[in-house]
């Protein structure tokens, strides 16, 4: 199930805790006044996703990424990502999928519910801060990572009509402890979201300690994690596409649910055996389901109708 926070003069926007790698979420939820054109703020849940999640889906490439993949809980996650930010040298951690539209700008964000983001960080999304500085939007389109200092963000937050609002914004990840850190982009195959994950450090140069080991160790765990929360992402994404179907696709699903054969489906659609199986065809790539059984399971596994 996802959550659409947005209010309808977009006035404001629901910020969730903080993830801090030190004391847990722990900070109160907050608002904060965007701009008219803030991207819409989509909340996932991930336990009820879960249903559309595949287990193949929450990650073997790396032991780091299995050991993600097999935590048992939410809290379970949350204690191995903080322990591994830790030891990286970070302080805090962001992970926000976005979507673009045709033009190339954020029209909406997804935020996993229960999981990493950190509201100022979230906050250089909302307000766009993120695409205006010329630096830190490669990451949109660039699986490159970026370091970043805040005080080069100070400094090249410009004379635009969000001067004030920036300038604001970076005061605030000052007195927070966010002064450089990395950023870097992901996709999420088979969709149009892109991942992006920011880590942020209280040192104030990234040149200093931010060697090729570590960004190369940064990836490495950023990459690991990403196969986990993507999942989720991907489940969500095969959720919502459910209200979105035809009616012949609905009723096929309808009777696959319960049972019924090809061939039984295609006497009940006065259709061949042979069309029935090409619009499972399609449904199966569109929910990323293994086989006939998987895609019965996803389809049932919720009130699609």
């Not at 939007?137 to 699986?143: D, P």
């Not at 990395?182 to 209280?202: C, D, E, K, V």
């Not at 190369?216 to 209200?243: D, I, K, M």
Request: with cysteine; aromatic share 8%.
């Amino acid at each position: 199930m996802s959550y659409e926070a947005l209010d309808d003069e977009r006035a404001s926007v629901l910020l969730p805790s903080e993830f801090d790698a030190c004391t847990g979420f722990q900070a109160p939820v907050r608002t904060s006044q965007v701009p008219c054109c803030a991207p819409r703020i989509h909340y996932v849940d991930e336990s009820a996703v879960e249903p559309m999640l595949r287990s193949d889906e929450l990650g073997s490439e790396t032991r780091l990424a299995a050991e993600f993949g097999a935590a048992a809980d939410l809290g379970e996650l949350t204690r191995l990502v903080g322990s591994v930010v830790h030891v990286l040298g970070f302080r805090r951690l962001a992970y926000l999928t976005v979507r673009t539209d045709a033009h190339g700008r954020v029209d909406r964000i997804y935020l996993l519910r229960n999981a990493f983001a950190p509201s100022l960080m979230q906050r250089m999304m909302s307000t766009g801060m993120l695409e205006r500085n010329a630096r830190l939007r490669t990451v949109l389109t660039s699986q490159l990572p970026q370091r970043w200092e805040l005080k080069t963000l100070m400094r090249t937050s410009g004379a635009s009509q969000f001067a004030d609002e920036d300038r604001q914004l970076l005061h605030e990840m000052r007195e927070k402890g966010f002064r450089s850190g990395l950023a870097f982009g992901l996709p999420i195959s088979n969709t149009s979201m892109r991942s992006i994950l920011i880590l942020a450090s209280q040192r104030e140069s990234a040149a200093d300690w931010l060697t090729e080991d570590v960004i190369v160790q940064c990836l490495t765990f950023g990459s690991s994690l990403h196969q986990r929360c993507a999942a989720y992402l991907r489940a969500a994404q095969r959720q919502e596409a459910f209200g979105l179907l035809s009616p012949l696709h609905q009723q096929i699903l309808d009777w696959l649910v319960l049972g019924l054969t090809d061939k039984e489906i295609a006497a009940r659609l006065d259709m061949s055996a042979h069309t029935v199986d090409y619009h499972l065809r399609q449904l199966k790539e569109r929910y990323g389901a293994r086989d006939r059984s998987h895609l019965a399971f996803i389809a049932g596994s919720r009130d699609w109708r």
